[in-house]
């Protein structure tokens, strides 16, 4: 065990450490001690072999003193040699049990009987005193013990004092007892020093663990992001161009067509937002909003959204309300819609006959609700998977329909940061109730903090569109023309800066990621020049995360729109803009 305690670089660090830290006090007991030991034999034996003794012992001594400081230097300096400073101080503790093993057998063949006593005392005591000092270094303890005791007891073995017996075998068991005593002494440290480094290198194995999985979760975030990123840039093109279809000259049959495209559009935007909204939850980086609403708008024109399909499917949808919800309360109003959204989808998606009904209720600050179905139902046995993501209660219905199974997993994680927590019932072939409980505090608000209509009509504005894709330049521009506007094209950040130099405009939708300078850089100047200190800057972006929306308020900017556009959102951010900038 020893020897590969040796063999320890790591065992060997520590133990040289911990008998370097106690050197400088140890020196300082020896030499005191040898003064005291001097003074008892001022009459017993000559001054010069005192003088000579006092003179080895203290030189000894201060070489130790020396050398330790040498130790400290090289650790600070970072070139220390563990292994070989172990082995110098092992030769230097050698050395001061030799002198003081000698000089002890001198005194005790040269003094009376008590101070022959008094000697056994004294030595027996620095070899006490040297335990804690010398403890976690076995070899160097061990030979300072024997080295020092064994010429006490060979000259009390060898002596005719009336105490010499006694005195032999109480010296003899004092040193068994010693040296036993310092091997479980020096087991314990050693012990002790190894599960330190046990732990230490399990806190580092940890340490490790949580740095990967951080690494890899934001990893998995930046993937996550950029596909959203390259999704979204070509959906704007498509839903854009559907959006400027729709006031050309289509046929009945065109229009037709067009929905389904853009139907299909809108469904692949809405599985692209639920990957990165799982995304966000699990990388901690979904922010909630809480701010006063309307709870029962909110919650009417949620149901409105699933009217017309539950209209097709002959599914009676109800909302119950109670009689005190026309009230304004404090909360993210964004995400309980989203969590109500993700629960009628579900309902109207799995039922086809019978009813389903929302019902709200209040409890003090906390609301209740609930979205229950005549649907397919849930099998007992698979309720406890409906919340796993990618998961669907029953996979051989997936094709009949579809979905990624995120739907449920992000409402649940939503509802937990919303301060509850989402409960199913469930009975196969007889429907689905969901239910909820949050805490929603009733607040005092002026109509114009909860006014959510839609913008009025905007006047003819001269806009400056920067954004390098070609796609995205002609959907954004058709888009404005359609609505009246003046559009000036940039092709880069660089262009952005040189036309706001040149000319005055309304506003400016920017881009984020632009070569030459990009949306965030082109920004910054633009509000260093006079024509752009107040000038209205949106941010007009395929970057989803929280993170990009915080970094272009940060600039600048006045707003924050993500790909793919739909016309009827840039328009209330382009009048919300321009009345919060006028």
Known sequence: MRLQQAANPAIVERITRLVYRSAVPGQVICILTALVLAAAYLSQVSLQFLAAWLAVTWALAGWRLHTAYGYLRAQQAGLVDYAAWSARFERGVNLTALIWGAGGYFFMQNGSDMHRLFTAFVLSGLVSGAVPILGAHYRALRNFAIIILLPILFSALIGKGPFDGVLAAMCLMYLVVVVKGVRHYNDAIVESIELELEQKQLVQQLEQARNSAEAASKAKTEFIANVSHEIRTPMNGIVGMAHVMEHSGLNPAQRQDLSVIQASAELLLALVNDVLDLSKIEAGQLDLSAKP??????????????????????????????????????????????????????????????????????????????????????????????????????????????????????????????????????????????????????????????????????????????????????????????????????????????????????????????????????????????????????????????????????????????KPVKPEVLQDTMHRVLQTTA
């Open 293 to 562: 609403f309307s709870l029962n708008t909110t919650l009417q024109r949620t149901v409105q959204m699933f009217a017309e399909v539950s209209r097709e499917k002959h599914v009676d949808l109800q909302l119950q309300l109670p009689a005190n919800i026309d009230v304004i309360v404090q909360g993210d109003q964004l995400r309980l819609q989203q969590v109500l959204v993700n629960l009628l989808g579900n309902a109207v998606k799995f039922t086809h006959q019978g009813q389903i009904c929302v019902r709200v209720a209040q409890q003090g600050e906390q609301w209740c609700f609930e979205v229950s179905d005549t649907g397919i139902g849930i099998a007992r046995d698979q309720l406890s998977q409906i919340f796993e993501a990618f998961v669907q209660a029953d996979g051989s219905r997936a094709r009949q329909y579809g979905g990624t199974g995120l739907g449920l997993t992000i409402a649940r994680k939503l509802v937990s940061h919303l301060g509850g927590e989402l409960q199913v019932e469930s009975q196969l072939g007889h429907g689905t109730c969901f239910r909820f409980q949050i805490p929603l505090p009733v607040v005092v608000a002026t109509p114009e903090v909860v006014a959510d209509a839609p913008a009025k009509g905007l006047p003819a504005l001269k806009v400056l569109l920067a954004e390098d894709n070609p796609t995205n330049r002609l959907v954004a521009t058709k888009l404005l023309q359609i609505a009246g506007h003046q559009v000036v094209q940039a092709e880069n950040g660089q262009q952005a800066i040189e036309h706001v130099q040149q000319q005055d405009f309304d506003l400016v939708l920017m881009d984020v990621q632009m070569p030459l300078v990009d949306g965030l850089e082109a920004t910054r100047q633009i509000r260093q020049l006079p024509r752009g200190a107040h000038l209205p800057i949106i941010a007009l972006t395929a970057n989803a995360l929280e993170a990009d929306r915080q970094a272009c308020l940060a600039v600048g900017m006045n707003a924050f729109i993500t």
